[in-house]
């Protein structure tokens, strides 16, 4: 068997799409929007949009935190993987991007279960620790990390302190077109990756693995860890 060409990876992707993903008109007018807007394409595949959807269901999650909205299509898939009553706290630093993820959210008709907090997750993932460390707020069931990636180090920290024992994490972007592995590189943003799967290895308060993936999006990867 031959190694996989980006023809071949992506025809795969398209068959897994077609065959356990289908077609979604909110999902994919949430792409479109985003497009027309000029935002980053660089949303999740839609495979990778379902996993999120069942690591929600599978971990039985009611309180998601998202780091890192765009417009709102992982958003969904999330929002969709929680009970009625539940609840995703997504954080965004464009206004723009919010404004957006917002109208696609109501149009996917689970806009009343997201809260959108406007700024940096830096500055914003503070303001989430005094309720639940009061009792007001019940700790998060499952954070997902894909924001800035330089802040990866930052957002893990907070994943941990806003969780609790079984809590499931996910980090997008974890691979980088194989650049992960190259010790010299000076992309800040593949050695914030690399500073964060470093702190995930080292780090007693997770246990973790990361896969290289293959999909609509190119060669890159996930890290999925829980908090202990």
């Given at each position: 068997?031959?190694?996989?060409?980006?023809?071949?990876?992506?025809?795969?992707?398209?068959?897994?799409?077609?065959?356990?993903?289908?077609?979604?008109?909110?999902?994919?007018?949430?792409?479109?929007?985003?497009?027309?807007?000029?935002?980053?394409?660089?949303?999740?595949?839609?495979?990778?949009?379902?996993?999120?959807?069942?690591?929600?269901?599978?971990?039985?999650?009611?309180?998601?935190?998202?780091?890192?909205?765009?417009?709102?299509?992982?958003?969904?898939?999330?929002?969709?993987?929680?009970?009625?009553?539940?609840?995703?706290?997504?954080?965004?630093?464009?206004?723009?991007?919010?404004?957006?993820?917002?109208?696609?959210?109501?149009?996917?008709?689970?806009?009343?279960?997201v809260e959108i907090r406007l700024?940096?997750?830096?500055?914003?993932?503070?303001?989430?620790?005094?309720?639940?460390?009061g009792g007001e707020d019940a700790?998060?069931?499952?954070?997902?990390?894909?924001?800035?990636?330089?802040?990866?180090?930052?957002?893990?920290?907070?994943?941990?302190?806003?969780?609790?024992?079984?809590?499931?994490?996910?980090?997008?972007?974890?691979?980088?077109?194989?650049?992960?592995?190259?010790?010299?590189?000076?992309?800040?943003?593949?050695?914030g990756v690399q500073r964060g799967?470093?702190?995930?290895?080292?780090?007693?308060?997770?246990?973790?693995?990361?896969?290289?993936?293959?999909?609509?999006?190119?060669?890159?990867?996930?890290?999925?860890?829980?908090?202990?």
């Amino acid at each position: 068997m031959s190694d996989p060409t980006p023809d071949v990876w992506r025809r795969v992707d398209a068959y897994l799409t077609d065959t356990l993903v289908g077609h979604d008109d909110a999902l994919e007018r949430a792409v479109a929007e985003q497009r027309a807007a000029g935002l980053p394409a660089i949303e999740v595949a839609p495979v990778n949009g379902k996993l999120l959807h069942l690591m929600a269901r599978i971990s039985g999650a009611r309180r998601v935190l998202e780091v890192g909205t765009l417009g709102a299509y992982s958003t969904i898939w999330l929002a969709r993987g929680i009970p009625g009553d539940g609840r995703v706290v997504t954080i965004e630093a464009e206004p723009r991007n919010a404004e957006l993820a917002r109208a696609n959210l109501d149009r996917a008709g689970v806009g009343e279960k997201v809260e959108i907090r406007l700024g940096r997750g830096a500055d914003v993932l503070p303001t989430l620790e005094g309720p639940i460390a009061g009792g007001e707020d019940a700790p998060f069931d499952l954070v997902f990390i894909d924001a800035d990636k330089e802040s990866n180090t930052i957002y893990l920290d907070w994943a941990a302190r806003l969780g609790r024992p079984g809590t499931v994490v996910i980090v997008d972007n974890t691979v980088r077109a194989g650049e992960v592995a190259n010790p010299a590189t000076e992309s800040a943003q593949v050695i914030g990756v690399q500073r964060g799967l470093e702190m995930l290895g080292r780090d007693p308060r997770f246990e973790a693995t990361a896969i290289q993936t293959l999909d609509a999006k190119g060669y890159d990867g996930i890290a999925i860890a829980l908090v202990v």
